[in-house]
């Protein structure tokens, strides 16, 4: 199984930065993409970044500009740079990754609050 491990949220004001760390671990996988998604109360989970294999990056719209992922491969490691941040970006922030052992299943992780005050 692969196990996915958020940290790096907290409470910030607008303007503010937080970088967000996925940990990932599990043996024998081969990665089809990872990324971020994340869900304010009462709405739907919605997609925030997402990098394949090849190292290509989709980020959501309203996020562009202001987030950036990178990865630290000899620690299993994905991050999301967050800047400027805004009230609505106030949601719990999920890792998530496609990876495939045998077949392909998605995995979460627990999910890290991000808070912002204005």
């Known amino acids: 199984q692969v196990q996915l491990v958020e940290s790096g949220g907290g409470l910030v004001q607008t303007g503010g930065s937080l970088r967000l760390s996925c940990a990932a671990s599990?043996?024998?996988?081969?990665?089809?993409?990872m990324g971020w998604y994340r869900q304010a109360p009462g709405k739907q989970r919605e997609l925030v970044a997402t990098?394949?294999?090849?190292?290509?990056?989709h980020y959501a719209d309203s996020v562009k500009g202001r987030f950036s992922m990178s990865t630290d491969k000899s620690r299993n490691t994905l991050y999301l740079q967050m800047n400027t941040l805004r009230p609505e970006d106030t949601a719990v922030y999920y890792c998530?990754?496609?990876?495939?052992?045998?077949?392909?299943?998605?995995?979460w992780g627990q999910g890290t609050q991000v808070t912002v005050s204005p």
């Open positions: 998530h990754a496609r990876a495939f052992r045998g077949y392909a299943e998605n995995y």
């Open positions: 990098i394949a294999a090849d190292g290509v990056r």
């Open positions: 599990g043996t024998g996988f081969s990665f089809y993409t």
